[in-house]
């Protein structure tokens, strides 16, 4: 195993089997200067890497998966706007909408203070009180701010609500809503133009991230029945298919990288409708996994595992951030449009001349 390699399997294994989210903090803290010397960013051609990268810290805990993915994504973004992000800082990004958010900005140059405000509350902020920065999609103003979580004066403009969350599952990431009041900004905090989050041909880019989560939480999983002395032919079928779907869901994240490595940009306009396929088809294998998971252990994991009991609950509620339905009619949607994408002519039956 190489010196880095260690480093990342030691930060992974140095967080306790319960993590509390001060755990979590120094766990995603040891892990940022690995991460910028050894993970490398999407669409350069080791966009796989990046996503194994993911798929590995997932497959040993999903609350610090769900954490350094949105690091990734935000550091991403970051770079693709032309501002690098701060290096040893951990950042997260909540974009989440909805009637829950309610988020806007007012004033501006020649508002009271000189600077605009950002007010309102944001919804799903994970990792609201431990990371060092976030970006802030404010959605009536189109605009992503790069906001300052723990400078001086920060704190007091913040509140954390956390008694909405209910689930034990990724209680610890405190998923909280953040509410900003009167909070500052100005145009040093702009992340690109308004519209620019959205419309960067970078948005596909990460849509992979989340799946690449959700195929190591199940890997886990798949991975608690191998390590068991499996007692029928019923037991070993489910293994079998578990397998299977372990395979398909590293091949499915393979051929999404792919496509992103080869067109970067996006000006084949595929790369949406190619990572709603990866998602939908890896959202699918974790479902089947989790069910003949139980089907295979019975209900003694959920009851009195609490490793695999909160795996279970996290996976369960990680793969509902795929828009389902949804998505499919998306998907549905383009192939209308576009009726050879992904067709038998792009995935030739007969081989050629
Ligand atoms: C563990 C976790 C962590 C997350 N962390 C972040 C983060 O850090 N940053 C971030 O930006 N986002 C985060 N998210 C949020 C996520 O990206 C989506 O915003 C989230 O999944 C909610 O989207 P949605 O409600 O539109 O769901 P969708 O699946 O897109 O839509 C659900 C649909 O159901 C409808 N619906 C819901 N409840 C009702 C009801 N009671 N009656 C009738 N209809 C209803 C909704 O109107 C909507 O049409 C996180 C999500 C999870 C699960």
Not at 228 to 249: E, F, I, P, T, Y
């Amino acid at each position: 195993m190489s010196m880095d390699n260690q480093a990342f399997a030691q930060c992974l294994s140095a967080l306790p089997e319960n993590p509390t989210a001060t755990d979590y903090r120094g766990a995603a803290s040891a892990l940022l200067p690995y991460i910028e010397a050894n993970v490398p960013p999407m669409g350069e051609g080791q966009s796989l890497s990046r996503l194994r990268f993911l798929t590995g810290v997932a497959h040993r805990d999903l609350g610090l998966a769900r954490l350094i993915e949105g690091h990734l994504d935000a550091t991403q973004i970051l770079r693709e706007a032309g501002c690098p992000a701060e290096s040893g800082k951990l950042y997260g990004i909540w974009a989440s909408g909805g009637p829950a958010d309610t988020t806007d900005m007012t004033g501006g140059a020649e508002g009271e203070h000189g600077s605009a405000r950002l007010t309102g509350a944001k919804p799903f902020c994970s990792g609201s009180d431990i990371v060092d920065r976030a970006l802030i999609y404010v959605y009536p103003a189109e605009q992503l701010l790069d906001v300052d979580m723990r400078g001086a004066g920060s704190r007091e403009r913040l509140r954390f609500e956390a008694g909405e969350w209910r689930s034990a599952a990724f209680a610890e990431t405190h998923t909280w809503t953040v509410r900003f009041e009167d909070f500052p900004v100005t145009e040093e905090n702009h992340v690109g133009g308004p519209q620019w989050y959205f419309h960067r041909p970078g948005f596909c880019l990460g849509a992979l991230a989340p799946a690449a989560c959700w195929a190591g939480g199940a890997m886990g999983l798949v991975d608690a029945v191998r390590q068991r002395k499996l007692k029928d032919g019923h037991a070993r079928a489910h293994l079998g298919a578990m397998v299977s779907s372990v395979c398909s869901m590293n091949a499915m994240l393979r051929w999404g990288a792919d496509q992103i490595d080869a067109d970067p940009n996006n000006t084949s306009g595929t790369l949406f409708p190619s990572a709603l396929l990866v998602r939908h088809h890896i959202e699918r294998a974790c479902t089947e996994t989790l069910d003949r998971f139980g089907r295979t252990l019975g209900p003694r994991p959920f009851a009195f595992e609490e490793a695999n009991a909160r795996r279970i609950a996290e996976l369960t509620l990680y793969i509902r951030q795929c828009h389902a339905e949804r998505d499919l009619e998306e998907v549905g949607g383009y192939l209308e449009k576009h009726p050879q994408f992904c067709s038998s002519s792009q995935f030739p039956i007969l081989p050629g001349k």
